[in-house]
């Protein structure tokens, strides 16, 4: 797997992201996790950083299923309910992603995710070597 954050002149400095990320591999996408346990029900029912490590935690499960890990993670979407949480969701971020290397990202604030007690939705895509 080739992996590499391409820092472009001309564009704004970044805080916590990467403008590019150039890969080659194996592909694996991961569906956008939420702050559900093994059993379904929501961890951290008001707590936004409780919610956000529970996240990190589904998406480094979901990517050991397919051989990967979240040094892997070549792009990251984050989708809030409250874009107050960000500064909150970015400092657990940085505990499970490298803060020196971050994958690209896209933030997006939406009105509710699939159950109303849930802030915090992240998907992934990640790259590793092919077979």
């Known amino acids: 797997m080739q992996r590499q954050i391409v820092r472009p ?32 029900n ?6 936004v950083e409780a919610q956000a490590r529970q996240v990190f935690t589904n998406l480094r499960t979901a990517l050991a299923a397919a051989g990967a890990d ?21 400092r657990v971020r940085n505990e499970f992603v490298d803060p020196a290397s971050p994958p690209a990202s896209t933030l997006v ?3 509710a995710l699939v159950d109303p007690a ?11 070597p092919e077979a």
């Not at 929501?42 to 707590?47: A, L, Y």
């Not at 849930?118 to 590793?128: P, Q, R």
């Open 9 to 40: 002149e001309g564009l704004a400095a970044t805080s916590g992201y990467s403008h590019v990320a150039e890969f080659s591999g194996r592909l694996i996408a991961v569906s956008g996790q939420v702050a559900w346990d093994a059993e379904g």
């Open 42 to 47: 929501v961890v951290g029912r008001d707590d």
């Open 70 to 90: 979240l040094p892997n993670v070549v792009k990251l979407t984050v989708f809030l309910t409250d874009i107050g949480d960000l500064a909150t969701v970015r």
């Open 109 to 111: 604030q939406v009105s």
């Open 118 to 128: 849930l802030k915090i939705e992240i998907e992934a895509l990640a790259v590793v």
